[in-house]
């Protein structure tokens, strides 16, 4: 892969960046508006003598990376939301697994099929409890392609140190726009490899046992150890168990691997917050209308600033509390029914000066919708 400065699709900033990355194998279904993304790879991966699989449905195209991850590859799939949707199960399989794995949802509008070439961000609150059960989940999403291609490289690097999949939540809009992107050249962005054990061949490897900094060395299955792989509650062997002391200790370790690292996972953008009384929260394509708004109204004398969530998951409570704190009002902007402000009031010392603007029809959001609301709360005093 050449680098240098490109002109390119947002979905070819996908496919670039999980190739940057290290990507080795991909198992997908075609499904707009992700489809370029498994087009790209279906050519560019076989130059590089890399694994390509287009598979039956979303179910085994999600089942196929895990075990390809298993065997020791770096591995994507991508979809959107109906597809999402089926490989929730085997998400779960992969939380519990420990299987380090990328999944791209490119949102579009629903339920169900919904509107299939619609933009759309209503998969957030899918993202963090699509699978069942309590667990934790590492979710990213950009506004723009530059940080796209990084964010794909970030996936990448933390489902190999955290031993999990991770989730890049984009949408149509930022998938089918087109932007100028810099390649990094090799060696420019940090890249994480795979963490494998140095227990020697014929030695006890215990592929569920952390290290003292919580990471999980890996052996590729089928080769020099034999271990067990399960969904059930595991011990540290990977053999099923009933032992309620193993039960809590594990989904302990499941959830705290990343809730208790989300200030140190937490990844955005903060735009002229520092003088800001209105503060505006958004992310993915919404955010640039946020933030033309924002300047926008800058230029008149409002001082109003935006802060740019890339991490949604775990959600980074924290920033969001600190950055609000100082604020007469904080304003959330989606397009969804309110997924992401619902997380904002929960977080935030005043949940009441917490307002929403808004869409859910398959439209972008516009600076109108932003201004209608930006206005109603001028009236109240701001």
């Not at 993915?284 to 109204?297: D, F, I, K, Y």
Request: proline content about 5%; some cysteine; glycine content about 8%.
């Amino acid at each position: 892969m050449k680098s240098g400065t490109t002109f390119i699709q947002g979905n070819e900033a996908i496919a670039r960046g999980a190739l940057y990355a290290g990507l080795q194998f991909f198992a997908g279904y075609p499904i707009t508006p992700s489809t370029e993304i498994a087009e790209i790879l279906s050519e560019e991966l076989p130059k590089l003598g890399r694994k390509f699989l287009q598979m039956e449905d979303e179910i085994s195209s999600m089942c196929a990376i895990i075990g390809a991850s298993l065997t020791g590859l770096k591995v994507m799939t991508a979809t959107s939301g109906p597809g999402f949707s089926l490989k929730q199960e085997a998400i779960g399989y992969a939380v519990m697994a420990e299987v380090p794995s990328v999944v791209v949802n490119v949102q579009r509008g629903g339920p169900s099929t919904g509107l299939p070439t619609g933009v759309a961000q209503g998969d957030v609150m899918q993202a963090r409890w699509g699978t069942h059960g309590d667990h934790s989940i590492i979710t990213l999403t950009a506004s723009n392609l530059q940080d796209v291609f990084l964010m794909t490289v970030e996936a990448f690097n933390l489902a190999e140190t955290y031993r999990t999949p991770v989730i890049l939540l984009f949408d149509e809009v930022v998938a089918h726009m087109r932007e100028k992107v810099k390649i990094p050249g090799p060696g420019e962005i940090n890249v994480v490899e795979r963490l494998r054990t140095s227990v020697p061949e014929g030695t006890n490897f215990h592929p569920y046992l952390t290290r003292e900094d919580g990471r999980l060395p890996m052996s590729d299955f089928g080769g020099v150890h034999r271990y067990n792989v399960t969904g059930l509650v595991h011990d540290m062997w990977g053999f099923p168990s009933n032992d309620p002391k193993v039960a809590y200790d594990l989904l302990h370790h499941l959830v705290d691997k990343i809730e208790n690292k989300a200030d140190l996972l937490a990844r955005y953008k903060e735009y002229y917050t520092e003088d800001a009384k209105i503060l505006l929260i958004s992310f993915g394509s919404a955010a640039r209308t946020a933030l033309h708004m924002v300047e926008q109204r800058r230029q008149r004398g409002l001082k109003v600033g935006l802060l740019e969530l890339q991490t949604l998951w775990p959600f980074p409570r924290q920033l969001v509390r600190r950055m609000c704190k100082e604020k007469t009002h904080v304003l959330v902007v989606e397009m969804n029914m309110g997924q992401v402000c619902r997380e904002v009031r929960k977080a935030v010392i005043q949940p009441e000066r917490v307002y929403l603007a808004n869409r859910f029809d398959g439209t972008s959001i516009s600076p109108a919708d932003i201004l209608n609301v930006l206005n109603m709360i001028r009236g109240k005093g701001v």
